[in-house]
């Protein structure tokens, strides 16, 4: 009972127990969480997308303009909403739409933690 398992499967007491590695700069911790958090954010995306199924290049169009609207009238919190909403409606085989959003999606979110300061 004390040995941390139970029947075959080991169970993790601690949450430092499934660490392999230990970053050894504050800098390569950083990008190892930023590395996990990115890894996170696109496999929700990829869930949502999957189960969605709801490529439509006219609501991607109409959510791409309200975002550039957005920013032009300095709303960065309602342009990158609107940016993401595009990103997640754009058709996939539209790769050079899905880049440029992308960027844009990118700066955006630059501003606004800069902005946030």
């Known amino acids: 009972m ?8 080991k169970v993790h007491w601690n949450v430092f127990d499934g660490v ?3 970053a050894a700069t504050p800098e390569a ?3 190892e969480i930023d590395s996990a958090i990115s890894n996170l ?3 929700r995306a990829t869930a949502l997308l999957d189960a969605d199924e709801g490529h439509d290049a006219r609501v991607a169009d109409e959510a791409y303009k309200a975002g550039c609207a957005a920013l032009a009238a ?3 919190d309602e342009a990158l909403r609107s940016l993401n909403l595009s990103l997640s409606k754009c058709p996939p085989d539209k790769i050079s739409a899905l880049a440029k959003l992308n960027s ?3 700066l955006t979110s630059q501003h606004l933690r800069t902005s946030s300061k």
Do not use: N
């Not at 004390?2 to 029947?7: C, I, L, M, P, R």
């Open 2 to 9: 004390g040995s941390g398992s139970v029947g075959s499967a």
């Open 20 to 22: 392999k590695i230990i």
């Open 29 to 31: 911790l950083m990008a």
């Open 41 to 43: 954010e696109h496999s």
């Open 74 to 76: 300095g709303k960065l």
């Open 104 to 106: 844009l999606i990118s």
